[in-house]
């Protein structure tokens, strides 16, 4: 996974895929930017052919040599086996919206399953069947993604405002607002109970601000047909959130900003200047950071969304860090750990397209096979495979 692959993200895939066929698969972390060690067998090497991914065919003794260096104490390097293909949802409206989602693009592109679920498929309990779950680009505090102001004409808006009223109505709901917090209060309770979660853009920020306002009005009047409470900010709760805490709300309708967690808005990076750079993790004993920040690149390129970056003040202090730019003082990427589950949120929208728009086409990955950006959220993938170290007491 270093500069000779070619194929990085279909690296990912095949990695995915020999699983399935129960093949001996292990993570080499550290070791040549984070490679696999697939035991071999023709097949394997035949689809490597047919998905263009670059591979080594290591005699034994190379093996046993390789191995003996990883597990040597004085290198970063650790070996984990992957022994289960996690069964994977997408959390995404089944309506056409003028946006894609680089989660699916990414899934698609290495060839890893995954199904869609939605509102109604959480609120039935259908989570369970799932290992691993990611937030589409998506509003949980019931304001439609705060695109009134600008779309509110525009029948793609018109659309999913319909379509989320009756799917509220249908589910028991007065308002959308009161859906979406049980829903995410699902999704939570679902990585309470051993779920990995995985989140990227406005499905961060508005997750947990739903759910620091449980109970609480914070919908203007053209979101829900009444005024929001105007006490709402006193009454937040911090502690039922996952990543964030003592933000302040942005109650101005019209503002496409949720709250002061993000800084789309407040920051003064240039593309240029916009970077950010994962922190090195000791891999024998910080396991979870370093399979999570594998990769073929240190320094990232930074992209936008409607929420970009994470404002660090406002992160709790359990949260491990794995990404931020220091001097403008941006996390970029997170991790948690709540119950017997675990959480990563990602800032930003597309890692290869800086300032994605509504209506853009899609990024085509052919043309970024070795994307490091799009390699973080593979790793997220593959993370709940590792088989796990028994906790030390």
Not at 66 to 78: A, G, K, R
Not at 104 to 116: C, G, Q, W
Not at 224 to 245: C, E, H, I, R, V
Not at 298 to 322: D, N
Request: charged share 25%; with cysteine; aromatic share 12%.
């Amino acid at each position: 996974m270093d500069e000779d692959q070619k194929n990085d993200l279909k690296a990912y895939g095949i990695a995915y895929w020999s699983i399935t066929k129960h093949a001996d698969v292990d993570w080499l972390l550290n070791y040549r930017g984070g490679s696999f060690l697939i035991k071999y067998n023709q097949q394997i090497e035949n689809e490597c052919k047919i998905r263009g991914v670059s591979y080594d065919i290591l005699p034994d003794g190379k093996v046993v040599n390789l191995l003996n260096e990883i597990s040597d104490p004085s290198v970063n390097m650790e070996m984990v086996k992957l022994e289960k293909a996690p069964k994977i949802a997408v959390y995404s409206p089944k309506s056409k919206l003028p946006w894609d989602d680089a989660v699916t693009l990414v899934l698609t592109y290495a060839e890893i399953p995954y199904d869609i679920v939605y509102d109604d498929d959480i609120l039935q309990d259908k989570l369970s069947k799932y290992d691993w779950l990611h937030l589409h680009h998506e509003d949980f505090t019931g304001q439609y993604g705060r695109f009134w102001s600008a779309f509110k004409y525009a029948s793609w808006y018109q659309n999913d405002v319909k379509t989320q009223e009756a799917l509220a109505k249908k589910m028991g709901f007065k308002k959308v607002s009161e859906m979406k917090l049980a829903v995410a209060k699902h999704i939570k309770e679902y990585c309470v109970g051993g779920g990995f979660l995985f989140a990227m853009c406005s499905g961060t920020d508005t997750f947990d601000i739903a759910l620091a306002a449980d109970g609480v009005d914070i919908c203007a009047s053209m979101f829900d047909g009444d005024g929001a409470d105007p006490n709402a900010q006193s009454k937040l709760d911090f502690s039922k959130t996952l990543a964030f805490q003592n933000f302040k709300l942005n109650t101005n309708p019209s503002d496409y900003e949720f709250s002061n967690i993000d800084v789309t808005q407040t920051r003064s990076l240039t593309e240029s200047e916009d970077y950010f750079t994962l922190f090195d993790f000791s891999a024998k004993w910080d396991l979870v950071p370093t399979m999570l920040t594998q990769n073929n690149e240190k320094v990232i390129k930074g992209f936008m969304g409607q929420t970009t970056a994470f404002r660090k003040e406002l992160i709790k202090p359990s949260i491990t860090i794995l990404g931020e730019n220091k001097g403008a003082d941006e996390v970029r990427y997170l991790h948690g750990e709540i119950g017997k589950g675990q959480f990563t949120f990602y800032g930003g929208h597309d890692p290869e397209d800086y300032q994605h728009a509504i209506g853009d086409p899609p990024t085509d990955l052919s043309l970024h096979p070795n994307s490091p950006g799009y390699r973080l959220i593979l790793n997220n993938v593959l993370f709940p495979a590792a088989k796990k170290k028994p906790q030390k007491t």
